[in-house]
């Protein structure tokens, strides 16, 4: 039997084939709705713009379906981005694209993340406040000048230990309501501190986080309790009250690109049960690029 190949579907689909497939998503068919979302999804950005306009019509089913398909373009584009960030194993020294990347993997379980250039410019006003400060000052007084920035004035807290809320694992929201999780207040310090002429690493214990400041006598800092300074004695009887023996293991410092690991796993975490499916399985996709680098 003499079979007619089925045409090509067009790369380059005109404005009109466009406004089709929108106005199918508004179809109360089931088959012919995802065939017109996939087809969309398909196209991307050719197609975003005319999404745009269809996220404003007056037919409330197509405004939603438009809506939930330029949600998943954006967040299909933040893993793209987040793929192509030099996050590699021993990375220490790029506070940009470590901000940057907190911020793409943010972007992928809620809209509105600011810039990372605007948020940067935040924490670099304390840091450059900072950097004055810390001339001719020891490292514990510059860890505790550090504390005093970011908890007294700056007013970065510890939030319920019990309940891993959404807002206190999003970098973003995290200096906006200015309560967060170890992990995300470590990176803020992180950030801070480096941008502030110190050298600093991320260390991570069994359900928290500390950072590191390196010097001829390394002080650690624990962000979660108002950035007090702790020992490794501190830390030694932390973990073998939770059933941890290799204390050297859990003490090393790590690299960048582990401290997004720990930071994603947190978000995971915590957007369980409110991320979109494209959230998640994003968020799935750069564990596996972050692990796999």
Known sequence: MNHEPAPLEPSSPSPAQIAAAIALLGDDRGTVRDAAHHRLLRWGEIAAPQLREGAQCEH?????????LLRALEVRDSLRRFGRLRIG?????????LLEGALLLSNMVRTFVPPAAELGRVLRLEANRLRRDFVGRSLPMCARMLAERLHDEFGLQGGNASVLELDHVLVDRVLHGRIGVPVSLSLIYLLVARWAGLSVAGVAL????????????????????GGRTVT????????????????????????????????LRSLRRAAKYRGAAEGQQSLGRALELLETS
């Not at 194993?89 to 694209?97: F, M, T, W």
């Open 89 to 97: 194993p021993g990375s220490r020294s790029s506070s940009p694209v």
């Open 206 to 225: 069994p359900d928290h986080f500390l950072v590191r400041l390196h010097g001829v006598r390394p002080v650690l800092v624990d962000p979660f309790h």
């Open 232 to 263: 490794k004695a501190d830390c030694a009887r932390y973990l073998r009250a939770n059933g941890h023996e290799q204390i050297r293991d859990h003490l090393r410092d790590l690299d960048d690109r582990e401290v997004l690991i720990h930071y």
């Open 60 to 68: 409330a089913r197509t405004r939603a379906r438009c809506r939930v």
